[in-house]
């Protein structure tokens, strides 16, 4: 299992997981994922808020994961990946139901909402966004 | 800006591997008596130390460590800071120990750096190390710190034309020297077709372009140059000490085939030091995977960004070669007990400033080395340049 399950944590990131939400700055135009309250380029200058992005995007590198870490086993292998948003900003999420073959960097993407992990049979489900070849 | 010059008087380290023999008690015991028996220091007051060890909670349960450590090598009352940098914990200790000489604050400083990783299982272990990364948005989504440097390598890959017989390359070499390194490991040869076989973890990196877990500890003990002469004749001297930071998650930078943090603290270290990367003799990079050691070998200035997999597989970074890197074996071949490999890389350089280094590993006449050290992936780097101070 992975750090950053707390119920309250959880509860509390579910607007950023679910939809895809992240921070655009006014005064540089500049979009990032997570949310961030200083501009690292404008700093006390920048004018950040809250942006939910559109889900369409491409792969920027990738990754076949055949030794998953404690909570995921089930799922290995999958394929992890950095997908750059058309807004500009990149995250990092598993590519799912694809044929691992069409994985290229470049290879158009769109979000998913999907189950990340769950706390054993009787604990939090955690959900959030994946992508799949589009 | 008045600062004091500061030497490496001592140095010691144990043997890295899976101690299950040792605690971390006895380890940092062991390497710290072993810096303070080379440094001569009968009779001298030890006047602060600092240490590094990046998941001692996670993996023996014990945290305030460098309390323990000043108890368990019987240092009390001095002070006894820890400093935490994920991988770099080390190298950010022996930085810290280092400001604390130059500016006069303190005279004789031990630095030690420590981790004891066997004691749960292993992926207990990579969940800790998981730690250097963003929990929150990386870890949480499935990313490994394999699958992370794998990211690095396919982007690497699609960019410059990295092969993996190049990647391949860089645990062959540093399996080479680990061979020749009592301290090591890994004290064995492997072939580029034993890397390229071996068990895949995250495509395209397989186990053997991954550092191991291994238990350890290394220290070093700092004086200021004019007094080291005293106990040494063979000072090693600190010229440059950096350190800069990028963010935490892989995909927040606009390159991932480039540290930044690595370019900055290079850049500012040979600024410092008033050298350049060619004047360099002997570099121990932050290898925790073969990608990492092509990316360092670049940034740091080594090689052209882009030609660092084909230097490597050229043979140009090998023992004795255009610039030797790693000869240690590197986090790859010598091991990587985490809070202690930026205090290993200092120990091993300062072995072949002063012309030590065992079983034919030496550097033929070195007099300048480099460490460089990488905290998750690459979110702290910090580098140190020493010469032979005779």
């Known amino acids: 299992m992975t750090e950053g399950h707390g119920l309250a944590l959880t509860w509390r990131k579910i607007p950023e997981r679910y939809n895809l939400i992240g921070s655009h700055c006014d005064n540089c135009g500049e979009n990032f994922f997570p949310i961030r309250h200083i501009c690292p380029n404008c700093r006390r200058k920048g004018r950040m808020k809250n942006s939910r992005f559109s889900g369409k995007g491409e792969v920027y590198s990738y990754t076949m994961v055949y030794s998953p870490p404690t909570g995921f086993e089930l799922e290995a292998p999958y394929v992890m990946a950095i997908i750059q948003l058309e807004e500009g900003a990149k995250v990092t999420a598993q590519l799912v139901d694809g044929d691992y073959s069409r994985v290229k960097i470049g290879a158009p993407v769109y979000m998913v909402f999907r189950k990340i992990q769950e706390e054993g049979k009787e604990g939090l489900i955690h959900y959030g966004f994946k992508f799949k070849l589009g | 800006m008045f600062m004091r010059r500061v030497a490496i008087v001592g140095v010691g380290m144990t043997e890295f591997g899976e101690h299950w023999e040792l605690g971390f008690r006895e380890l940092i015991a062991q390497a710290g008596v072993r810096a303070i028996e080379d440094a001569k220091l009968q009779g001298v007051k030890i006047d602060a130390l600092y240490g590094g060890t990046m998941a001692a909670g996670r993996l023996i349960g014990q945290e305030h460590i460098t309390a323990l450590i000043a108890d368990y090598m019987g240092l009390n009352p001095i002070p006894a800071t820890r400093v935490e940098a994920a991988c770099a914990s080390g190298g950010a200790a022996l930085r810290t120990g280092y ?279 690459g979110a702290t780097c910090v580098t140190h340049i020493m010469k032979r101070g005779d």
């Open chain 2, 99 to 377: 400001l604390a000489v130059a500016s006069g604050m303190h005279d004789v400083v031990v630095v030690g750096g420590a981790e004891k990783m066997t004691d749960v299982p292993a992926g207990d272990a990579a969940v800790a190390l998981g730690g250097a990364g963003d929990q929150e948005w990386e870890l949480f989504m499935g990313a490994t710190f394999p699958a992370l440097y794998a990211l690095i390598a396919r982007r690497h890959m699609h960019e410059y034309g990295t092969t993996r017989e190049m990647m391949a390359s860089v645990a062959v070499k540093n399996h080479a020297n680990a061979a020749k390194n009592p301290y090591a490991h890994f004290r064995k040869e492997i072939s580029i077709e034993d890397v390229l076989g071996a068990k895949m973890i995250s495509e395209p990196l397989t186990m053997f372009d991954c550092s191991p877990i291994s238990d350890g500890a290394a220290a070093v003990v700092l004086m200021p140059l004019e007094k080291a002469k005293e106990h040494t004749d063979m000072p090693v001297e600190i010229l440059a000490s950096m350190q800069a930071s990028d963010t935490l998650a892989l995909h927040s930078r606009k390159s991932l085939t480039e540290m930044r943090a690595t370019k900055v603290a290079a850049k500012r270290a040979f600024e410092m030091a008033k050298v350049a990367p060619g004047d360099i003799d002997v570099c121990e990079v932050h290898d925790c995977f073969t990608i990492a050691e092509i990316l360092a070998i670049e940034d740091i200035g080594f090689f052209e960004k882009g030609k660092g997999g084909k230097a490597s597989l050229d043979g140009e970074t090998a023992l004795n070669s255009k610039i030797s890197i790693n000869t240690s074996g590197g986090l790859k071949g010598c091991g990587h007990p985490v809070g202690a490999t930026g205090v290993k890389q200092a120990v091993e350089v300062t072995w072949q400033l002063r012309g030590e280094a065992q079983n034919n590993r030496q550097v033929k006449g070195a007099e300048i080395g480099m460490t460089h050290n990488v905290g998750g992936s």
